[in-house]
């Protein structure tokens, strides 16, 4: 049965990477048509259920600065806010809330329901109907045929996805829910070679079987800080998490009952995630460690459903029971959901251009898991940017392509096209030569005028974010301008916070000063700003040396750089002994002759070049 009506994109999945795509696509005016497998399931949280986390966060707030939907969506249904790394610089701040999964799908689900441009049919695709190498549309498994111009293929762990407990083996995507087999077997028969990729979810316990008592707590920060510029307010109720690990009875059950695990009995081979490794995997290549971490973590405000964080695995039902009951606070634990494993078709992502289309296809484009990366974050931002130069594309237009030194986006981008992946690839803060550019608290700064001219940022937030950023910047110059004096009452305040001045101070140098933060200095000098554009304030200040470092050497020569002599390699934070041990034996002599060191990456270049700065900052002085 042909469906008549040619949409300019259909999006096949409604997972994280689905939704992002299906929404920017819309928003941008394409007529639009989203395909899944289960409409009751859109935006589902098959494991963990959070959001953000290190390099994550970034990702969800560069995305919202160019009109994403994430963001909004974990602040409307969060229940722990924390934000991560606050004892380090804020190059490496990253904010991480857990959701109530049930709300969080439930929204999404309403947003997508209602959006213009975007119809929502329920459907397993089996093949997508290529012509001349180019897209026609998809056909499903209930031999519905529906035409596009562009496709967006979102299939996470559903393509060619098999379930493992033990020695046992279903076809599906998440438990109970089918596999995209049919679809497998197409892009197979286009010409696209598949990756055989793994990853592994925890059991779901009931909480009134856990003994809590004792136990690690973790709270919300005390000041609960939005992913979205445009949240007001917080306004869930907070929970707790409880921190707890494994011991060395755990790793014993875990060891006998490896061979009863496919993966681990030699039976399947397939590469799981390296920085979220199932508890077999904990076990086995660390046999040294006596205990990992475990973080129990209640799935919603109105369920007795908690998922422990760090305990996935594969081994059968009765040997999960076993091993989880020898953990401190699970003695008694009762199963909801047991753990299991998914096996999935990934596509190495070299295949694709910058913009997610891929080379083989005209008019395919691939976002999320399908590209070999694991997480909500990494899956939602390239299903976005997939969507937007679906679009783009329909009439010609210049691709939608962001630079390493823009965004977290165009870090991951730049990785899986340019270097391909081996193993689920995972967003962290390190991964990023220009961190202390692409923070968290200047997404908008960096992004906005993007998502304003690709039609996804309303007059009224763009407006509103160039009103914020006059003040900022007003209120920097405010504080060049301000004069603290060295007087009896300015003396008496600085010295119980530790600071003392021989003379009168501008409030913007003093701020410069670790000990003093933006308050002590409004407290000083009246006025002043609250909030996020207080944070802005603070932090331009602070790291304005930095700052400027980091932007004058990415348009400087690092052949020009010297690294002096007497500088030393130890005991530079974000430094890897491996490199320092490089770099202390070879002694380059410039930043670009560090860099052709083998193995030498860009980011430890970049860790390198601030280290310089503050070398020859301090020798100067």
């Given at each position: 049965?042909?469906?008549?009506?040619?949409?300019?994109?259909?999006?096949?999945?409604?997972?994280?990477?689905?939704?992002?795509?299906?929404?920017?696509?819309?928003?941008?005016?394409?007529?639009?048509?989203?395909?899944?497998?289960?409409?009751?399931?859109?935006?589902?949280?098959?494991?963990?259920?959070?959001?953000?986390?290190?390099?994550?966060?970034?990702?969800?707030?560069?995305?919202?600065?160019?009109?994403?939907?994430?963001?909004?969506?974990?602040?409307?249904?969060?229940?722990?806010?924390?934000?991560?790394?606050?004892?380090?610089?804020?190059?490496?701040?990253?904010?991480?809330?857990?959701?109530?999964?049930?709300?969080?799908?439930?929204?999404?689900?309403?947003?997508?329901?209602?959006?213009?441009?975007?119809?929502?049919?329920?459907?397993?695709?089996?093949?997508?109907?290529?012509?001349?190498?180019?897209?026609?549309?998809?056909?499903?498994?209930?031999?519905?045929?529906f035409l596009a111009r562009r496709i967006v293929i979102c299939g996470g762990?559903?393509?060619?996805?098999?379930?493992?407990?033990?020695?046992?083996?279903?076809?599906?995507?998440?438990?109970?829910?089918?596999?995209?087999?049919?679809?497998?077997?197409?892009?197979?028969?286009?010409?696209?070679?598949?990756?055989?990729?793994?990853?592994?979810?925890p059991a779901r316990l009931h909480i009134d079987s856990l003994s809590l008592?004792?136990?690690?707590?973790?709270?919300?920060?005390?000041?609960?800080?939005?992913?979205?510029?445009?949240?007001?307010?917080?306004?869930?109720?907070?929970?707790?998490?409880?921190?707890?690990?494994?011991?060395?009875?755990?790793?014993?059950?875990?060891?006998?009952?490896?061979?009863?695990?496919?993966?681990?009995?030699?039976?399947?081979?397939?590469?799981?995630?390296?920085?979220?490794?199932?508890?077999?995997?904990?076990?086995?290549?660390?046999?040294?460690?006596?205990?990992?971490?475990?973080?129990?973590?209640?799935?919603?405000?109105?369920?007795?459903?908690?998922?422990?964080?760090?305990?996935?695995?594969?081994?059968?039902?009765?040997?999960?029971?076993?091993?989880?009951?020898?953990?401190?606070?699970?003695?008694?634990?009762?199963?909801?959901?047991?753990?299991?494993?998914?096996?999935?078709?990934?596509?190495?992502?070299?295949?694709?251009?910058?913009?997610?289309?891929?080379?083989?296809?005209?008019?395919?484009?691939?976002?999320?898991?399908?590209?070999?990366?694991?997480?909500?974050?990494?899956?939602?931002?390239?299903?976005?940017?997939?969507?937007?130069?679906?679009?783009?594309?329909?009439?010609?237009?210049?691709?939608?392509i962001l630079g390493r030194n823009e965004s977290y986006i165009g870090v991951?981008?730049?990785?899986?096209?340019?270097?391909?992946?081996?193993?689920?690839?995972?967003?962290?803060?390190?991964?990023?030569?220009?961190?202390?550019?692409?923070?968290?608290?200047?997404?908008?700064?960096?992004?906005?005028?993007?998502?304003?001219?690709?039609?996804?940022?309303?007059?009224?937030?763009?407006?509103?974010?160039?009103?914020?950023?006059?003040?900022?910047?007003?209120?920097?110059?405010?504080?060049?301008?301000?004069?603290?004096?060295?007087?009896?009452?300015?003396?008496?305040?600085?010295?119980?916070?530790?600071?003392?001045?021989?003379?009168?101070?501008?409030?913007?140098?003093?701020?410069?000063?670790?000990?003093?933060?933006?308050?002590?200095?409004?407290?000083?000098?009246?006025?002043?700003?609250?909030?996020?554009?207080?944070?802005?304030?603070?932090?331009?200040?602070?790291?304005?040396?930095?700052?400027?470092?980091?932007?004058?050497?990415?348009?400087?020569?690092?052949?020009?750089?010297?690294?002096?002599?007497?500088?030393?390699?130890?005991?530079?934070?974000?430094?890897?002994?491996?490199?320092?041990?490089?770099?202390?034996?070879?002694?380059?002599?410039?930043?670009?002759?560090?860099?052709?060191?083998?193995?030498?990456?860009?980011?430890?270049?970049?860790?390198?070049?601030?280290?310089?700065?503050?070398?020859?900052?301090?020798?100067?002085?």
């Amino acid at each position: 049965m042909d469906f008549q009506k040619i949409y300019d994109v259909i999006v096949v999945g409604a997972g994280h990477a689905g939704c992002e795509a299906s929404l920017a696509a819309a928003r941008m005016g394409a007529d639009t048509l989203l395909l899944t497998i289960s409409i009751d399931n859109i935006a589902l949280m098959p494991c963990n259920p959070a959001i953000g986390g290190i390099g994550k966060g970034n990702l969800v707030k560069d995305m919202d600065a160019l009109g994403g939907e994430m963001a909004k969506n974990i602040d409307e249904t969060g229940i722990q806010f924390r934000v991560l790394n606050k004892r380090k610089g804020p190059a490496v701040w990253c904010s991480r809330a857990q959701a109530d999964k049930y709300l969080y799908k439930n929204r999404f689900q309403t947003i997508i329901m209602n959006t213009p441009s975007l119809d929502v049919k329920q459907g397993i695709v089996t093949e997508v109907l290529v012509e001349n190498r180019a897209v026609r549309g998809v056909e499903t498994a209930c031999g519905q045929t529906f035409l596009a111009r562009r496709i967006v293929i979102c299939g996470g762990t559903f393509i060619g996805g098999e379930i493992f407990i033990g020695d046992r083996v279903m076809e599906a995507g998440r438990m109970y829910e089918p596999a995209a087999t049919g679809l497998s077997l197409s892009l197979k028969k286009i010409g696209f070679k598949p990756l055989r990729l793994k990853t592994d979810t925890p059991a779901r316990l009931h909480i009134d079987s856990l003994s809590l008592n004792g136990l690690e707590e973790y709270v919300s920060d005390n000041i609960l800080i939005p992913f979205s510029t445009e949240t007001k307010s917080i306004n869930l109720p907070q929970i707790k998490c409880y921190g707890t690990q494994t011991n060395e009875e755990t790793h014993k059950v875990i060891r006998e009952a490896a061979e009863k695990s496919l993966f681990y009995n030699g039976a399947r081979q397939s590469n799981g995630p390296r920085y979220c490794p199932s508890m077999e995997d904990k076990v086995l290549k660390f046999p040294e460690k006596t205990g990992h971490k475990l973080v129990i973590e209640p799935e919603g405000l109105n369920t007795k459903e908690v998922h422990v964080n760090g305990f996935s695995c594969s081994i059968p039902v009765e040997l999960q029971i076993k091993a989880y009951r020898t953990v401190k606070g699970m003695e008694s634990c009762q199963f909801i959901r047991p753990a299991y494993a998914v096996q999935y078709d990934a596509y190495q992502p070299t295949g694709l251009n910058h913009n997610y289309e891929t080379k083989l296809v005209k008019g395919l484009f691939f976002g999320g898991q399908l590209n070999g990366t694991s997480g909500y974050e990494e899956a939602a931002v390239q299903g976005f940017m997939a969507g937007v130069n679906a679009v783009l594309s329909l009439d010609n237009k210049e691709p939608f392509i962001l630079g390493r030194n823009e965004s977290y986006i165009g870090v991951l981008t730049d990785d899986l096209v340019l270097k391909g992946i081996t193993e689920p690839y995972r967003m962290f803060t390190s991964r990023s030569e220009f961190r202390l550019l692409t923070r968290e608290d200047n997404a908008e700064e960096r992004l906005i005028s993007y998502g304003y001219k690709l039609g996804l940022i309303s007059k009224t937030r763009y407006e509103r974010y160039q009103q914020d950023m006059q003040e900022v910047n007003n209120e920097i110059e405010r504080l060049k301008n301000t004069l603290i004096k060295k007087n009896s009452g300015n003396e008496e305040y600085l010295s119980k916070i530790g600071v003392s001045i021989s003379q009168s101070f501008k409030a913007e140098e003093l701020l410069k000063r670790p000990q003093l933060s933006y308050d002590d200095i409004i407290k000083l000098t009246g006025g002043g700003l609250s909030g996020r554009k207080a944070r802005q304030v603070e932090i331009k200040v602070k790291y304005s040396g930095y700052i400027e470092s980091m932007e004058e050497s990415n348009k400087e020569d690092i052949e020009s750089i010297v690294i002096p002599d007497n500088f030393s390699y130890d005991n530079i934070s974000g430094l890897r002994l491996e490199y320092s041990d490089k770099l202390k034996n070879i002694k380059p002599k410039t930043l670009g002759q560090a860099l052709r060191i083998p193995g030498l990456t860009k980011t430890a270049v970049s860790v390198l070049a601030v280290e310089i700065y503050k070398h020859n900052k301090i020798n100067k002085s």
